[in-house]
């Protein structure tokens, strides 16, 4: 059974700082991993998706990258932002040709002016 | 293009109570996934739909059901409501291809008291 762990589970940082957001998940044998940013009371925003055949991909000041053999994803997010506090998540696709995620539980990311 | 959306946006019911849920998905999209989230658990995936067929089921009881229909929009119903059933529910939909990119509406918050 696949299992998305992402610790630790909340992170408040100065503005400014670069930081780095794991994911790890259990089975390698995933389609893809994507990752959220969800606002409080919201719905799910798509941040990037890594199909199993990539090591990363950006978006701005957004990169991911994953590790399948290890299972593992970073989520890297440059010169932090108030506008970036949200929660986190990190969700992987196991089945080709389905469209189940199994999400992690999420980091709370609190970015302070 | 507009993205999902989701009816209604807040519900409160009483146990014993059935309610349905609508999504509809993104133009073009054919596949729509439904999660339950909430804080204890988390996103948990409850099933998926593609061209009207559901693909995948999640572990739920029966008392959760769904369908999409021939434009792809999707309902799910829950009967005989409990008191567990409160949470936020999360549809998204993707195109159902290789890609896989998933995009979710805004939610509806069930209350059942």
């Known amino acids: 059974k696949q299992e998305v762990t992402q610790i630790p589970a909340a992170l408040s940082v100065p503005e400014g700082e670069n930081l780095v957001l794991n994911c790890s998940f259990t089975?390698?044998?995933?389609?893809?991993l994507q990752w959220f940013r969800q606002d409080p009371g919201k719905g799910l925003t798509s941040l990037l998706l890594?199909?199993?055949?990539?090591r990363e991909q950006t978006s701005g000041r957004l990169n991911a990258s994953l590790d399948k053999s290890s299972g593992r994803s970073t989520l890297y997010i440059a010169a932090s932002q108030p506008g970036d506090s949200a929660t986190y998540l990190c969700?992987?696709?196991?089945?080709?040709?389905?469209?189940?995620?199994?999400f992690g539980k999420g980091m709370k990311l609190t970015v302070n002016p | 293009k507009a993205g999902v959306t989701q009816t209604p946006r807040y519900l409160i019911k009483t146990r014993g109570q059935q309610v349905t849920l609508s999504c509809s998905p993104i133009?073009?999209?054919?596949?729509v996934s439904w999660y339950q989230q909430t804080p204890g658990q988390g996103l948990q995936f409850l099933f998926e739909?593609?061209?009207?067929?559901?693909?995948n089921k999640g572990n739920f009881p029966g008392r959760f059901s769904g369908r999409q229909f021939s434009n792809s929009r999707s309902e799910m119903n829950v009967s005989t409501l409990e008191l567990g059933d409160s949470a936020l529910y999360l549809c998204?939909?993707?195109?159902?291809?290789?890609?896989?990119?998933?995009?979710f509406g805004p939610g509806t918050r069930l209350t059942v008291l």
């Open positions: 998204a939909s993707s195109l159902g291809g290789r890609i896989n990119e998933q995009f």
């Open positions: 089975d390698s044998a995933i389609y893809n």
């Open positions: 890594i199909q199993s055949s990539q």
């Open positions: 969700a992987v696709s196991t089945q080709g040709g389905s469209e189940k995620l199994v």
């Open positions: 133009s073009g999209h054919r596949s």
């Open positions: 739909y593609f061209s009207e067929t559901q693909r």
